[in-house]
């Protein structure tokens, strides 16, 4: 379980199902790995792999969002709480048609922190704690 101001987190997006909007097929979507890009592709970001039916798909975090975050907020963006906003960002992503097919989508500061947001307010993910 992930705490984050007042806010119950259980994890949704690690292992999920999605409707691909085109074809109407549902996607099963299993988290498999957090990896700072800095090291890998020397890009300012937190790279999230999962699998997407078997098919490897990257979400990239940008840093510059954990910054902006802490300023807001006081609070930090966790692994844990990254893997969810990639999560729940990819199953937007497939469910809207957006970028079928893609194996890397890279969000940027505000994608980042609405898909946070999002978090915090969806009723089947936070409870009142």
Same mark, same amino acid.
């Given at each position: 379980?992930?705490?984050?101001?007042?806010?119950?987190?259980?994890?949704?997006?690690?292992?999920?199902? #999605?409707? %691909?909007?085109?074809?109407?097929? =549902?996607?099963?979507?299993?988290?498999? +790995? *957090?990896?700072?890009?800095?090291?890998?592709?020397?890009?300012? #970001?937190? %790279?999230?792999?999962?699998?997407? =039916?078997?098919?490897?798909?990257?979400? +990239? *975090?940008?840093?510059?969002?954990?910054?902006?975050?802490?300023?807001?907020?006081?609070?930090?963006?966790?692994?844990?709480?990254?893997?969810?906003?990639?999560?729940?960002?990819?199953?937007?992503?497939?469910?809207?048609?957006?970028?079928?097919?893609?194996?890397?989508?890279?969000?940027?500061?505000?994608?980042?922190?609405?898909?946070?947001?999002?978090?915090?307010?969806?009723?089947?993910?936070?409870?009142?704690?």
């Amino acid at each position: 379980m992930l705490c984050l101001v007042g806010i119950v987190f259980v994890s949704m997006y690690q292992d999920f199902h #999605a409707r %691909d909007r085109w074809t109407k097929k =549902d996607v099963h979507c299993i988290y498999q +790995a *957090l990896i700072v890009a800095v090291a890998t592709r020397h890009a300012d #970001a937190v %790279d999230i792999k999962f699998l997407v =039916d078997g098919r490897p798909v990257w979400v +990239a *975090l940008p840093l510059p969002a954990w910054v902006e975050y802490k300023n807001r907020t006081n609070q930090s963006i966790t692994d844990s709480l990254a893997i969810e906003i990639a999560g729940h960002y990819l199953k937007t992503a497939l469910e809207s048609g957006e970028g079928v097919g893609r194996e890397m989508y890279s969000l940027t500061v505000d994608e980042t922190l609405k898909h946070l947001d999002a978090l915090v307010n969806e009723p089947a993910l936070a409870a009142k704690a």
